[in-house]
Structure formats: C-alpha cells, structure tokens
C-alpha cells in the first residue's frame, strides 16, 4: 500500500455484516495495530445480524442481534462513528466527508454499503403504512403499525425475503398475503416442485399466496393510509399495510458520484482483489459490490469472503475472490428450504432423481451429471441432509443418489456419515471452512467441543445449518483419537440415562443422594447435583418404585427435592406464577355431573377455562395457595390428577366408536379408557401420549401418538413412534389384528423397554429413530422377546399398574405436604401480589409487568427440548 | 451464609437495614427446595437450603419473566458453586452472588441470612 504518513488511515464506509467481518479481518492480520482505522455507519446501531432479522419475533431483542462487540472495537482503536454516514468522496485529495461535517483523509477507502430494497414504481408505493423490510427500524416500525392499525397485511414480493417478510407479518398475528409476480415461490432458489411443495405447506399455515400477479397500484382511503392494492389481473386486495420486498439494488450512489465505474444494473465494479477497477486506492465489498465474475452477491457468505480478500490485499496477502456459491439453506415460516450447487440443472446432459411428496410437502431433487458427479440440488420440506449432500457436491457420493432423496424408514433410503466426505470438502459455507480445519482444530489446536471449535475455525458462526454436520465431525474426530466422548447425563454423572437406569434396577438404589455419592462424578460426589439429573432420576426412582422399595408417591420424602417445578406443585406454573388445573378425563368421556363441577370449581375460584387438544379441560390462574381447595372439590367429585404436569402419560384420546358411529368397529372409548387408567401416573423419560380409534378413518388421530391404536375388524392395530409437535412423525406399525390381552401385552413391554432405554427428555419418536435397528429391533424385543426380558418387563409394568395412588388425593391428606402449598412462608395467607389479572373476552388472562431484557435462545426455549 | 447445624427449634432470619427479620422454622426449609418470604416492604425473597445445610437468600422476582417464582426453581452446583434454575425459562443464578449464569448482564439481588 502507498501508505503516506506514519499512520495511515482505512476508513470504512457502511458498518453492517461485512464491514464488520472486514474489521475483524483487518484485526487478525494485525493492521489495526498498524493503521488508523476509522468507520462511519449510518444506522443508529453498531453492525448486527440481519440474516436473523425475523428472529426478533421469537423473541431475540436487538441487542441480542448485534455483532458488535464493543471491547473488541475499543481494544483496537478503532474510531466508530454510529448515526453518521459518509456523504461525499474527493478521490483526488483522498478525504471522506462524513454528514456531521467531520472530514478523514484516508489511504485506503472501503465501501461496503450493502443494498435497499428496490421498490417498484407503483402509484402511492411512499403512502401510510407501506413498509420495506431489511433494517431494525423499518422491523420496529412495521410491528408499531400492525400493532396499532393493522389487520391485514399484505407483502410483495415472493423471494427469499418476501418470504421472511411474511413470516414477520404473520408473527405479529396479523392476517398475510404474499403477492408474487412469477408463478411460484422463490423462483431464484427452487424450481416448479420446490415451488409447489412450499406454496402447499405455506398456505396450511394460513398464510394467502397470489402467485402469476403484478402489483399495479396501492389504494389509499381519505387519510391517505393504505387500504388495499390493485393487482394485475383485475382483483383488488384490501389490506391494511404493504411490505416491499422486491428484490435488492447495490448501494452505489456515493460511488457514482465520486466517478467510480458501476455496472450497467449497479454495483460497484471491483477486481479479483476486491479493488474498484477505477481506483486502486477504493475497495468495494459486500452486497454494493460488482465482483469480477460480473455478479452482485446478495448473501453474506460471499460477502465474507470479500471482506477476507479485501483485508489480506490491503495486508499483501495473496488473496482473490473470483466468485461464490449461491448455497442457501433457510427456516422460512418453519419450512426448510435449502438450495445447492446446479438446482436448476443448466449443466449440459445432467439428470434428476426426485422425490415428491407433496401432501406432505416434501420435496427433493437431486442433479447429477453423467458421470454420476452431483452437481446441486433442491431441499424443500426436510434439509436434513443439506450439510453432507453440499459438501459432496462436485463429487461422486458413496452411494447411490436415489438413496439420498427418500426419506429415512422408506426402505431404500441410506444416511451418508460426514466422516465420508473428503478434507477438502466446505463444510461451512458462510465461513468457507474446510473439513481438513475442522479435523485440525480438535487435532492440532486441542479443541474438543463443538462451542471451542466453532471460536477456533469461525464455523458455524453465522447461519448454524452446518452446526449439525459439525458435531458429528467433531465427536467422530475426538473419538478417532481415542479421546472418550463424554456421553454423560450431566456434569454430575458420567453415564447415560440408560446406564442410570440399570444401576437404579439391578442395586435397587432407591434414592438420589445414594446414587450421586456412589455412581457420580468424582467431583460431584457429596454434592448437590444439578437441575439436569435430579429430575431425570426422580423419573427413574418414580417409574421403578414398587420395585426398587421407593414410595411411589412423588412427593415423599427427598423425591420432593428432586421434581421440576411443575412436578413439585402438582399443577403446571404459567407465566405469572399462577398454576393451571387438569383433572384426568379418561378417553375424553364426562358426564354432565362431571362437567357442572368443573364448572362450578371454575366459577368459585375465578379460573380461565378453556378446552385443550386432549379431550380434558384446563383451568388457568389458579394461585399457588387455591390448588389445594380446587383438589380438596375435585377429588371429592371423583376426580384425580391429569398429571398434565408430569413426564408421564397425559391423555389417551378416543373416538366415539361402534357405539354410536356407523363405520365404527370396535368399542374405541372403552379401549381409550382402560389404556388410560392402566398407564395413568407412569413417570417416564419424556410425556406420554396416546389414542384409540375406532375404525381407519382415524378421528382420534391415533397415528399421531406415542402409542396408537386403531380397530379392525378383526381387533386392534398398535402404531409405535408418533409424535406432534415440533417435528410431527407418524407412527409406525408394530402388529396388527390383536386381541384386546395381546394388545395390553405388547404395550406393556414396548413401553418399559423404551422407559429403560431411552434419554431423558426423549420422546418415542427420537428414540425409535436412534435406536440402532430402529422398529425392526424393538419389534424384535417386545414382539418376538429377542432378548429374553419381556416378562421382566411385564411385571415392572404390573408392579406399577398394582401400585398406582393418585397423588393429588395423597396430598390433600397430608397436612405436612398441603404446608408447601403457600405463597409466603412467613405470611400463608397473603397471595402473591405479582400474580394479577386483567379481563378478556369475558374471562381473565395474566396481567404481567413487561420487565423485558431478553430470553434465553429461542432453540432452548422449547420446554422439555432443551439441552445444555 | 452461615453453617447451620442441624437443630429444630432454629429460625431462619433474613438481614434487612433495620436488623433481622426472623422468617420461619428451620425445619420449614427442605434441602434443595427454596420457599418465598414476604418482606415489610413488599419485595420477596427466595430462601434456599442446600444439602450440608447452608442457607442462600435471593430476590424471588425472575428479571426475565417477571413472575416472582425463583423460589420454585431446581437448585443444584456448577463448578463448585450453588445455583438455583428459574423454573420460567431455565436459567440459572448463583446463590451466594445473585449473578445469573447464563448471563452476564443480570444479577438478581442477595440476602444476608443466618439460622439462630
Ligand atoms: C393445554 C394444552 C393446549 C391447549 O390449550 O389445548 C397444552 C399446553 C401445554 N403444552 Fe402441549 N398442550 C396441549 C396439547 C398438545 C398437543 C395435542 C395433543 O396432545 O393431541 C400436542 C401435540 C401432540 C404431541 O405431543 O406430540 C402438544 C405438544 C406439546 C409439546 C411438543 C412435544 C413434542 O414432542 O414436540 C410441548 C413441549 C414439550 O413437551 O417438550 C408441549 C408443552 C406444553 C406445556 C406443558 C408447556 C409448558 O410447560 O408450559 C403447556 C402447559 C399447559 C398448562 O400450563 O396447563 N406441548 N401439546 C393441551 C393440553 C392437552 C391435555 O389435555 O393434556
Ligand atoms: C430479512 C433478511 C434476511 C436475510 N437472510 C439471509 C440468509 O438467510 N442468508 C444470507 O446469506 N443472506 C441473507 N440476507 C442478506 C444479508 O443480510 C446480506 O447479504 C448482508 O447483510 C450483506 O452485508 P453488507 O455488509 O454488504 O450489507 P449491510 O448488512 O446491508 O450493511 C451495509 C451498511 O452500510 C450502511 N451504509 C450505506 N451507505 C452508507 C454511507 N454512505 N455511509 C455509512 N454507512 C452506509 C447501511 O446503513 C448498512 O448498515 C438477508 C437479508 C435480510 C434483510
Ligand atoms: S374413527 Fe371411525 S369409528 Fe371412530 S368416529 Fe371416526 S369414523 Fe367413527
Ligand atoms: S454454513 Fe452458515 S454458519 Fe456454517
């Protein structure tokens, strides 16, 4: 560099994702130490993560989004000027004028001004409450609006962004349209079955898609706010705010008018260097630049790696940036989309192997060359396999590549370990990180946690769809090198749940303490354990305590101790602090009698009642000092605990059945009540749920369910590994045409085996899915007793149908426990001021002091999911 | 903190400006289970026993969900240090400082408590 002075200055224009990474760049190469770096950012904020912009209505607070970290800024020097962008540029004299009138001269100028979104020229497009999506202002001004005037909203644009756009809108609870002028979703990224599995999935959550039309004018009422948009075809939307996202333009004006070359359709022109074509003195990187290869890169990876190129030019490095993938693997509106390498197939003699699944939407195509080389595809609805199919791209995988699109349990289907992939395979695509670094850094540079290697490689970093990948690399690294994989539950004990377990049964060690002193850790031996163990052995004691001599009531003795919350107060702790009541409803059967107590308990106390997806109902607000009166009414009603609190088994919903349904062909609700009663109160390593029903039309949605059952004419089906949720799975079938005996029997087994073999907080579906051998093994185990123990398992589950109390009865005759059931220990008969309420919709809900300074990581959020 | 042997006719007292305020028996605090205490003031306490007998007395007020429910949380030790999990969103706050452990921008605030 043609550094004049003593101390020449960098100055950088533009403080978002990349210029941050580029000062980052310049820090590691040592050129803050030697420069005078000086930044001028025109938001109000310091660089933050905009890919994550959306994330705000999960819960993340803008600080939370920042990158920002302002130690790092300061122990550089480096000189960072928030709210003031940079206004001219005199090339000639190498100064920089910044709008609060300061001037810099620089030697060397970076420009990474990023994009604004494009909005098309349509009649009233500056009108109230048009919005643009892609700065946090415009976020905090698009929810202040829906909030206050909105109820209807409606986005332009289908792309990538229109589709995060939408997602914001439709976080806000506001009713979305999408309006999109090509004739399918995305049709940057994926192609006409990509297309019409995501429109499918997308519109079943609600959400209005116009595909194949233009917006012509956006409508204002009297107020000059809009009300509506005219599309193309004639039709006129009425909504109450518009979201342009059309697509992106550099930001280059500053460039133009200081007489840099841009390109024909924008973009700062720049070599392979990342230096303007028109000045060796300016560099252009980011979403403003024209790269060399005649692209402007609208992605952050590419973006990253011009700001490495730029650093090691300025530093004299050898570095190039002649052109990026376009790889994108998304989470829109929960949908995965991913796309990688050739999806659209231009590669001249090349094939597809698709699979399809639209009602399911699920989409998957692969293109390969002739010489069976994958050259890229398209993930829509599962992405699984976008970390390892990416990484082989370029290459001929192991296996055939049917095998790789057909989903895991659809015979054919094969999973391809990261541990094939070759070294120089690109594991992380933002960062550009090899597999070789990754080995590397658990090898030479001693890392061996995937939070250690993801600071020492930079992996993972940004949008985390490689983090997966990155774990298997790591565990399967450290394992190579004969380092032991710590599987353990938790800092406090080095075996897994299932090894816990089998001490548990085999030594009848019947309390926590006794297991953590002998079996711990070394060093957490004597003490307190944490608040991972204590619940997940609790569950062990409580499942195993007729048999290992424990007291099967959860709340005796140190068993206390040892439940979460929820467990620890029978009743499960809403956002205020007040609890919510669930008496058990077997099979959803009530009687009128039954339910005019509940009404009565509900309308004495003040609760919120409401109906739940169960089959029961649920009454909310319940203060910690009620629960005992509302049991005290309800058992005397007849009714015992839902435990809708509990790791255990909630509901087994039913069908009406042959009784009164004229396809029904056997009794579903008698079979749905007797399940229920024999499981009822079973602790188990995650919630339990099931349903019977009546013949296969299926109302109960048995499918669904930890254990289904569905009636044939010749008796039952049991479905095994269903799940809702977060990951819907439909179960799989374990036998058919069973006998009422034969059907408890199977359930019985299949049930103590996986409360034997599973990890806490694993539901059926996860465990059947790690399991090694899958159904076929547990069909082996609990159908053809493969390894001798089914009748063990018969009597533990005897054992514990023999055993069953109701706790909550337990409870209220124990005046030693009812004392727990107080707000204050020192004034029992205050309630706790916090707890409040406010009415709604003739009923009442929470009424909460907003004190927010953030969440905790929207991922951990999921109760029963989270893993430390 | 101090060390509270094992006595049933102890209290529990809680250390305000004004002097100690005794709150409950002993016998009341369950090892590894807290209870809440209402001070003269209106603020609440979360008082925590833990297995060799030591008490911890923080603000019961969870400052990320507001609810006052710290006390219901799961106690435990992490590197040698006591802590209580918020049963709202999990996280987790030393006892003996009220620095929460997840992050390191919060701390709730402590009590001086002593069994006598
Ligand atoms: C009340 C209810 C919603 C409603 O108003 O209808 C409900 C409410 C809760 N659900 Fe649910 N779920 C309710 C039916 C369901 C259903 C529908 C069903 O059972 O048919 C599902 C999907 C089916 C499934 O479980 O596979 C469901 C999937 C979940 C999940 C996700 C589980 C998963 O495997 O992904 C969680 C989180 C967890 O358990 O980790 C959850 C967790 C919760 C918790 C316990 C969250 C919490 O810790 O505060 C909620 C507490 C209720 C309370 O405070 O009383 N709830 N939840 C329903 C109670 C049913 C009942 O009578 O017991
Ligand atoms: C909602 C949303 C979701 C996205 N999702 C993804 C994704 O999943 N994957 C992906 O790869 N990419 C995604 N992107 C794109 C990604 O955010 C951009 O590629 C990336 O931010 C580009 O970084 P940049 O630094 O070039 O530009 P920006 O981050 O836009 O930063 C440019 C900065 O320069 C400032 N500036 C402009 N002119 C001046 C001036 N004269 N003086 C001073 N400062 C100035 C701007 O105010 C801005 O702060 C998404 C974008 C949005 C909006
Ligand atoms: S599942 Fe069959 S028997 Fe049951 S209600 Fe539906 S149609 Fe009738
Ligand atoms: S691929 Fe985005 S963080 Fe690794």
Redesign the interface.
């Known amino acids: 560099m043609t550094a004049t002075g003593a101390n020449p200055t960098i100055v950088l224009v533009g403080h978002g994702m990349v210029g941050q990474r580029f000062l980052e760049a310049l820090a590691e190469r040592g050129l803050t130490a030697t420069h005078r770096v000086v930044v001028l950012c025109e938001e109000p904020r310091p660089a933050y993560d905009r890919v994550a912009l959306t994330s705000y209505f999960s819960g993340r607070t803008p600080e939370d989004l920042s990158m920002t970290d302002m130690a790092f800024i300061e122990s550089h020097g480096i000189e960072l000027y928030i709210g003031d962008p940079a206004e001219t540029v005199d090339r000639e004299a190498r100064k920089v004028t910044a709008r609060s009138g300061q001037v810099f001269d620089y030697d060397v100028l970076v420009l990474a001004t990023g994009s604004y979104p494009f909005v098309p020229p349509v009649p009233n497009k500056d009108a109230e409450g048009c919005f643009v999506y892609r700065t946090i202002e415009d976020l905090l001004a698009i929810e202040e609006y829906a909030k206050s005037r909105a109820r209807v909203g409606a986005v332009v644009g289908g792309g990538l962004l229109g589709l995060e756009a939408a997602g914001a809108l439709k976080g806000l609870g506001i009713e979305s349209h999408i309006v999109e002028f090509a004739p399918r979703l995305m049709p940057v990224q994926v192609d006409e079955g990509g297309g019409a599995a995501l429109l499918r999935t997308i519109e079943e959550m609600g959400l209005s898609v116009h595909t194949g039309v233009g917006t012509q004018e956006i409508v204002v009422g009297e107020d000059g706010a809009v009300t509506g948009m005219k599309l193309s075809d004639g039709s006129e939307l009425a909504t109450d705010m518009v979201v342009f996202s059309a697509g992106v333009r550099p930001r280059d004006q500053l460039a133009r008018d200081c007489g840099l070359t841009v390109g024909e359709r924008g973009g700062i022109t720049v070599d392979e260097q990342c230096r303007t074509v028109s000045d060796p003195h300016v560099f252009a990187i980011g979403e403003c630049a024209l790269a060399s290869d005649g692209r402007v890169y609208g992605l952050v990876a590419p973006g990253y790696e011009q700001a490495e190129t730029a650093a090691a030019t300025i530093a004299e490095d050898e570095a190039e940036f002649t052109g990026a993938d376009l790889s994108t693997k998304l989470k829109l509106l929960g949908v995965d989309v991913a796309s990688f390498g050739d999806a659209h197939g231009t590669t001249e003699d090349c094939l597809d192997v698709v699979y399809s699944d639209s009602r399911s939407g699920l989409y998957k195509k692969l293109v390969i060359g002739r010489d069976g080389t994958l050259l890229g595809g398209i993930l829509v609805g599962d992405a699984e396999a976008y970390g390892t199919l990416k990484a082989f791209t370029g290459s001929v995988p192991p296996v055939s590549p049917e095998s790789l699109v057909l989903p895991a349990g659809a015979g054919e289907s094969a999973q391809l370990g990261p541990t094939a992939l070759p070294d120089d395979a690109i594991i992380c695509s933002c960062n550009n990180v090899r597999k070789g670094t990754i080995r590397e850094a658990v090898t030479e540079h001693k890392c061996t946690t995937v939070p250690e290697v993801k600071k020492c490689t930079k992996a993972g970093t940004t949008c985390g769809s490689c983090v997966k990948v990155l774990g298997q690399l790591v565990n399967a690294e450290l394992e190579a090198g004969g380092v032991v994989v710590d599987k353990g539950l938790c800092g406090c004990f080095s075996q897994t749940r299932e090894e816990l377990y089998e001490i548990v049964l085999a030594l009848r060690v019947n309390t926590y303490q006794d297991l953590l002193d002998r079996y711990g850790r070394e060093e957490a031996r004597g003490g307190d354990g944490c608040e991972i163990c204590k619940p997940a052995v609790g569950s062990i004691i409580a499942s195993l305590a007729p048999t290992i001599g424990a007291d099967v009531y959860v709340l005796d003795g140190e068993q206390a101790a040892l439940q979460d919350t929820n467990d620890h107060f029978l009743a499960n702790l809403q956002k205020n602090g007040s609890y919510s009541v669930v008496p058990r409803i077997p099979g959803g059967e009530i009687t009128p009698e039954g339910l005019i107590v509940i009404g009565e308990i509900a309308r004495d106390f003040g609760l919120y009642t409401k109906i739940t997806g169960g089959q029961r109902i649920d009454m909310f607000g319940a203060r910690v000092e009620q629960l005992p009166l509302i049991w005290t009414r309800l058992v005397d009603a007849g009714f015992e605990s839902g435990h809708a609190y509990g790791k255990s088994l909630r509901t087994v919903k039913s069908c009406v059945g042959q009784t009164w349904c004229r396809y029904g062909v056997q009794d579903s609700v008698r079979m749905a009540i007797d399940l229920e009663l024999r499981y009822r109160g079973l602790r188990s390593p995650h919630k339990l749920k099931s349903a019977v029903s009546g013949c296969a039309r299926e109302c109960a949605e048995a499918q669904s369910k930890d254990f289904g059952v569905i009636a044939t004419t010749n008796g039952w089906n049991l479905y095994v590994g269903g799940n809702g949720g977060a990951t819907p799975r439909h179960a799989d079938l374990l036998a058919q045409d069973l006998s009422d005996a034969e059907l408890i029997r199977l359930i019985d087994r299949f049930l103590m085996f996986y409360i034997r073999t599973a990890d806490r907080l694993e539901r059926t579906s996860t465990w059947l899915e790690r399991l090694p051998g899958g159904l076929d093994h547990v069909r082996d185990v609990v159908v053809e007793d493969s390894l001798g123990i089914c009748e063990e398992l018969e009597s533990l589950m005897a054992a514990h149908v023999s055993h069953y109390r109701d706790e909550w009865a337990d409870t209220i005759n124990d005046p030693e426990k009812l004392a727990r059931f107080v707000s204050f220990v020192n004034a029992p008969d205050t309630p706790d001021p916090v707890v409040g309420f406010v009415p709604e919709r003739d009923q009442i809900k929470p009424d909460l002091p907003l004190l927010s300074i953030g969440l905790r990581p929207a991922e951990d959020v999921l109760e029963g999911t989270a893993q430390r | 903190m101090t060390l509270a042997p094992e006595t049933t006719d102890l209290k529990v007292q809680l250390r305000l400006t004004d002097g100690w305020l005794t709150?409950?028996d002993l016998s009341?605090l369950?090892?590894?289970?807290g209870?809440?205490?209402?001070l003269p003031d209106?603020e609440?306490v979360a008082?925590f026993r833990?297995?060799a007998g030591t008490l911890y007395a923080i603000d019961n007020?969870d400052?990320?969900?507001?609810?006052?429910?710290l006390s219901?949380?799961?106690?435990?030790?992490?590197q040698g240090r006591?802590f209580v999990?918020s049963?709202?969103?999990?996280?987790?706050f030393d006892l003996e400082t009220g620095q929460c452990l997840?992050?390191e921008t919060?701390r709730v605030r402590t009590y001086e408590v002593r069994a006598s």
Do not use: I
């Open positions: 709150v409950c009341a369950l090892p590894g289970r209870v809440a205490a209402l209106g609440q008082l833990d297995r007020r400052p990320f969900g507001g609810a006052a429910v219901r949380g799961l106690t435990g030790s992490h006591p999990a049963p709202l969103l999990k996280q987790r997840d992050d919060v």
